[in-house]
């Protein structure tokens, strides 16, 4: 998974309660990603990162916050989750070449109650 | 609005047939095009991908052929194995725009032995 690393793994949480999935990367790549999937709607972007402290949303950011203090590091966080927020969430990486990919992590599956 | 559409949704496909996938986009400003396998409980990885400086791309077993005229792209699975049965996305991006990528709703293909 490119160096990338997403915790937890598995969460099962209550309506109501804040959120905070981390994502971590090794390669020093500059553009962070977050995505939720759903069935039939693909991977939707959360927000996303192009450098430390340089955040904005992406095309479903109603219910979402996300951080970034270091390079490596990239939180997102669900500030009161409800049960539509019940998803798979995905990190991404990518770089500054033309036409870097996207690499993945492994995902976050959240329930949430 | 949705600027890449997949379809189908889902796919069978006999072992040793050709499994085909298309994707649609709208924007002329598109310049990147990678298609991504994801199994179940891992995340999407890439597959292969094409500029649209070219029609068709070839990597193995994998093909993708690229028409800009109509804005259509798609993907041609050749001698499809029961390893191949995945969920497949397509994704458009460009540069300048922090590469987002902006994805397909996702084909679920079935190989049968």
């Known amino acids: 998974d490119a160096g990338i690393t997403q915790s937890p793994r598995h969460k099962v949480t209550e309506t109501g309660t804040p959120v905070t999935l981390r994502c971590h990367q090794t390669e020093n790549h500059r553009y962070m990603y977050w995505y939720r999937q759903d069935p039939g709607h693909g991977l939707r972007l959360i927000h996303y990162s192009y450098g430390v402290k340089d955040t904005d949303k992406g095309e479903v950011s109603d219910g979402y916050s996300v951080s970034r203090s270091k390079t490596e590091d990239f939180l997102l966080t669900l500030e009161s989750a409800t049960s539509s927020q019940t998803s798979v969430y995905f990190c991404?990486?990518?770089?500054?070449?033309?036409?870097?990919?996207?690499?993945f992590g492994p995902g976050t599956r959240l329930t949430v109650l | 609005q949705q600027q890449v559409k997949q379809s189908p949704q889902s796919l069978i496909v006999q072992k040793g047939g050709i499994s085909i996938i298309n994707c649609a986009y709208e924007n002329t400003a598109f310049d990147y095009f990678p298609w991504y396998q994801q199994f179940p409980g891992k995340g999407p990885a890439l597959l292969i991908a094409?500029?649209?400086?070219?029609s068709e791309k070839k990597e193995g077993r994998f093909t993708i052929s690229f028409n800009k005229s109509a804005k259509q792209f798609s993907l041609h699975i050749m001698d499809s194995q029961p390893g191949d049965s995945a969920t497949y996305f397509c994704?458009?991006?460009?540069?300048?725009?922090?590469?987002?990528?902006?994805f397909g709703s996702g084909t679920k293909l079935n190989v049968k032995p």
């Open positions: 994704a458009a991006s460009f540069l300048g725009n922090f590469n987002k990528f902006y």
């Open positions: 094409i500029r649209p400086d070219v």
């Open positions: 991404a990486i990518s770089g500054t070449g033309m036409a870097d990919t996207q690499y």
